[in-house]
């Protein structure tokens, strides 16, 4: 899984908390981005971040925060859970160096009841 | 206009056979064509990928072809072994190096019997 982390693996939570997601890299890569995957959708990009406090927003950045206050930590939080938030959330990094490529993390299994 | 449509959802083939996975999109911008391997419970991981000055290209068992004409581009997985049912995604990006966005087929589950 390119040396990415997603913490924690699995998580069940109350409509309107808050939940923060992390991915943790140990290649010091620029790059990260953090995806949900539907059924019928595919992955679906949500934030992303080019360097230490340097991010943007996705496709489906809505209900979605992020920060990035060191290289190797890129967190993505749910102010206030929904159940449409229900999903799996996948982190992934680009190695940088002109590469195109994405390499994704094990993924977050995320149950808002 | 972004999107990357696929098909079929779910592919059932036997043991040898050929397994084939198809994909279209509009957006013409689009330069790296990946298609990625996901096995249940893991994340998503790069099988091969194209760029669209290319036609063909073969790794193994897994070719892509692409027609950039058409705006389509396939994967054929021949020889198809029960190791690789799993669900299969295409892609695409726009921009490039780590500034590309993926987006990403609704992907096809693919099951191959003995």
């Known amino acids: 899984d390119a040396g990415i982390t997603q913490s924690p693996r699995h998580k069940v939570t109350e409509t309107g908390t808050p939940v923060t997601l992390r991915c943790h890299q140990t290649?010091?890569?620029?790059?990260m981005y953090w995806y949900r995957q539907d059924p019928g959708h595919g992955l679906r990009l949500i934030h992303y971040?080019?360097?230490?406090?340097?991010?943007d927003k996705g496709e489906v950045s809505d209900g979605y925060s992020v920060s990035r206050s060191k290289t190797e930590d890129f967190l993505l939080t749910l102010e206030s859970a929904t159940s449409s938030q229900t999903s799996v959330y996948f982190c992934?990094?680009?190695?940088?160096?002109?590469?195109?490529?994405?390499?994704f993390g094990p993924g977050t299994r995320l149950t808002v009841l | 206009q972004q999107q990357v449509k696929q098909s079929p959802q779910s592919l059932i083939v036997q043991k040898g056979g050929i397994s084939i996975i198809n994909c279209a999109y509009e957006?013409?911008?689009?330069?790296?064509f990946p298609w990625y391997q996901q096995f249940p419970g893991k994340g998503p991981a790069l099988l091969i990928a194209?760029?669209?000055?290319?036609s063909e290209k073969k790794e193994g068992r897994f070719t892509i072809s692409f027609n950039k004409s058409a705006k389509q581009f396939s994967l054929h997985i021949m020889d198809s072994q029960p190791g690789d049912s799993a669900t299969y995604f295409c892609?695409?990006?726009?921009?490039?190096?780590?500034?590309?966005?993926?987006?990403f087929g609704a992907g096809t589950r693919l099951a191959v019997h003995p």
């Open positions: 194209i760029r669209p000055d290319v």
């Open positions: 992934a990094i680009n190695p940088g160096q002109g590469s195109d490529t994405q390499y």
């Open positions: 957006n013409t911008a689009f330069d790296y």
């Open positions: 892609a695409a990006t726009l921009g490039s190096g780590g500034y590309n966005k993926l987006i």
């Open positions: 971040s080019y360097g230490v406090k340097d991010t």
């Open positions: 290649e010091n890569h620029r790059y």
